[in-house]
């Protein structure tokens, strides 16, 4: 007897579950040869607006954590990762249409990429926090603080940034306490939301990250211009109007991190983007 | 404040009017327990159809306004100190600093002691049962559990009504209506009534907190909404806050449907607060919707209705920066409180 095969439906992670679009929109996720592949949510400027409540409403039980344990827990991801490597290269040969060798060595890059990261958790505030030198009988010392609730255009090239270039933009950002609000690759989602489901099974907090899926175009507008959203990465962004995105962001203060092209390797100067550098000062002794 | 209808009424009057001169406990009874009993089903189903309607736009800045002119903006704290409270009264002023038009709310709502530093922050803007300005509310009657004997309910009642709170909000003692000591309760509400009366013979306002979470029952909620009203209640209020269920949809749908029913009966107008647990604009809206579709449209005064809230009102002014600005705000766009 044949059976039906049941397929998967992609919703969107938001607040650590896993909704539908608030709007009831869904959208055809294709394979590059235009075969279909599933039903995607589209995510509407409503569902940004619930994954900013539910990121900030994040912040402060993440921000609080130690460095030690937003390592811990982002290594966690990369074990996840490793253990459903056969679900993501299936995943990324549908959708990217691209041999199992070459998907295989992105999933690698994406595991690689948040053990990187994870390692930095809690060495980066040595880096770039410091004891200044002053001329008086206290202490000065700079650590750096997260920026709170970071806003992401994940990359959107044809092939090889579905699940390495998100990985790519949220590690860096959330390993310093900062939340996100991430809209995935729009033509292939899939494996952001099987992200999703890695995240939301690996002590990640519920709220920290929030994927959506659909139109950065119809999205990332509304992102830019929200007031409590504080920081804007547009790695992905370099095909929109990004200069727009720029000003409104500006009406209220946000970070901007302008697009850039190709996938963002591991750096410093990602983690930088998102940190604010408080400076404080401290009597040497009570006398 | 002022009703439509003058507040000549001395307290117990309207029970003498409706069930004669002769007011026994056992004509109350026989009157509460002769009310035709609540189709909790029909009553659920009604309140979920009343939330489906889509309220946008212009009757949505419109409904944003309603909800922050009929707010009694609340703080029912034990760490309350002046301080706390002259901030809740700055708020209550000036609730958007950053949008001049934003109404100001209907009153404050806080502890009796608290009265004094209420009235004195207010100062000039104080409405003293006025038409305009803002109000100071009192909990009074050993709120939230109004387990007290009455000689204290009724010195805490005349101590805030000396202090100068306008509005009285008394608790009811479920304890005595569970027991089904009707007459207990009607007795405690027409003395704190009386005690409501101010040395000029006007009287507070008072509103009547049914704790309806604790009531068990809708048939209870029906039967204990038209004791307080023949007692001389002006409003009838849900909640303390202080108890979980708050207010919910389908008890306001309820009490407001007693409020229908005493209109057409009597011709006068009873007020409605829900209270506790209203903390979206969205749930607020739907709120507004119901006394629109139940009482009408002319219920949505300060004089008939009111939120008891603490932090509903921020995020009424949040959407209303956002139907202002085009883009979401956040919460550091609006004081604490």
């Given at each position: 007897m044949s059976r039906l095969t049941v397929p998967k439906t992609y919703k969107l992670y938001v607040g650590g579950k896993f909704p539908r679009s608030e709007s009831g929109r869904t959208y055809e996720v294709a394979t590059p040869k235009g075969a279909f592949l599933a039903n995607a949510a589209q995510a509407s400027r409503k569902d940004a607006r619930d994954a900013v409540v539910a990121a900030r409403s994040a912040v402060g039980g993440w921000a609080g954590a130690t460095g030690y344990n937003r390592g811990q827990v982002l290594y966690r991801i990369a074990e996840l990762l490793e253990g459903r490597r056969a679900q993501f290269v299936d995943e990324i040969v549908q959708s990217e249409g691209v041999s199992a060798t070459a998907a295989g060595a992105q999933v690698d890059a994406a595991i690689d990429v948040w053990v990187w990261y994870a390692g930095w958790a809690d060495k980066y505030a040595?880096?770039?926090g410091n004891a200044n030198p002053v001329a008086g009988p206290y202490f000065n010392i700079s650590v750096p603080e997260p920026t709170g609730?970071?806003?992401?255009?994940?990359?959107?090239?044809?092939?090889?940034a579905s699940l390495l270039g998100l990985a790519a933009v949220v590690a860096p950002a959330i390993l310093t306490g900062n939340t996100v609000v991430v809209v995935a690759h729009e033509r292939a989602p899939l494996s952001a939301i099987s992200l999703g489901e890695v995240l939301a099974t690996s002590d990640v907090p519920g709220g920290v990250v929030n994927i959506l899926t659909g139109s950065p175009a119809e999205i990332a507008p509304w992102l830019a211009a929200h007031a409590d959203v504080n920081a804007l990465d547009l790695a992905g962004a370099g095909d929109l109007e990004w200069v727009d995105l720029q000003i409104a962001a500006a009406e209220t203060l946000t970070r901007v991190l302008q697009p850039e092209p190709g996938i963002p390797s591991p750096s410093l100067d990602r983690i930088g983007a998102f940190i604010e550098i408080k400076t404080v000062w401290h009597t040497k002794a009570m006398r | 404040m002022t009703l439509d209808h003058p507040v000549a009424l001395a307290p117990a009057d309207r029970a003498v009017q409706l069930l004669g001169g002769d007011l026994t406990e056992k004509a109350l009874r026989l009157h509460l327990d002769g009310l035709s009993g609540v189709d909790a089903v029909g009553l659920e189903q009604r309140a979920a159809g009343l939330s489906t309607r889509s309220i946008k736009t212009s009757s949505k800045a419109w409904a944003l306004d309603t909800i922050i002119r009929t707010c009694d903006l609340t703080s029912l704290e034990g760490a309350d100190t002046p301080g706390t409270i002259r901030s809740l009264v700055a708020k209550a002023v000036t609730p958007d600093a950053t949008d001049p038009e934003t109404p100001r709310v209907a009153a404050v709502c806080v502890y009796g002691d608290m009265v004094p530093y209420a009235v004195e922050a207010l100062g000039s803007l104080h409405a003293a049962g006025g038409e305009s300005g803002i109000q100071v509310a009192a909990v009074a009657t050993a709120f939230p559990s109004g387990r007290a004997s009455l000689a204290i309910k009724l010195?805490?009642?005349?101590?805030?009504?000396?202090?100068?709170?306008?509005?009285?909000?008394?608790?009811?003692d479920r304890g005595a209506f569970l027991a089904g000591s009707f007459a207990v309760v009607f007795d405690q509400i027409v003395a704190v009534k009386e005690a409501c009366r101010r040395t000029d013979g006007t009287y507070a306002h008072l509103k009547v907190i049914l704790e309806t979470g604790e009531l068990q029952t809708y048939d209870n909620v029906k039967r204990a909404s038209w004791l307080a009203i023949l007692?001389?209640?002006?409003?009838?209020?849900?909640?303390?806050g202080k108890v979980s269920p708050a207010a919910t949809l389908p008890v306001t749908l309820l009490m407001l449907e007693v409020i229908r029913d005493w209109h057409r009966l009597t011709g006068e107008k009873i007020g409605m607060k829900p209270a506790g647990g209203i903390r979206a604009s969205k749930d607020a809206v739907r709120y507004l919707v119901t006394v629109a579709e139940t009482v009408g449209?002319?219920?949505?005064?300060?004089?008939l209705w009111r939120f008891g809230a603490s932090s509903l009102l921020n995020d009424v002014l949040l959407q209303r920066q956002k139907l202002r600005t085009g883009h979401y705000s956040g919460p550091d766009y609006v004081t604490v409180n």
């Open positions: 040595q880096v770039a609730v970071v806003a992401i255009i994940a990359p959107q090239q044809a092939t090889g | 010195a805490d009642t005349r101590e805030a009504v000396a202090a100068g709170a306008d509005e009285i909000d008394m608790v009811i007692a001389g209640a002006d409003f009838i209020k849900t909640s303390t449209e002319e219920w949505l005064t300060p004089q």
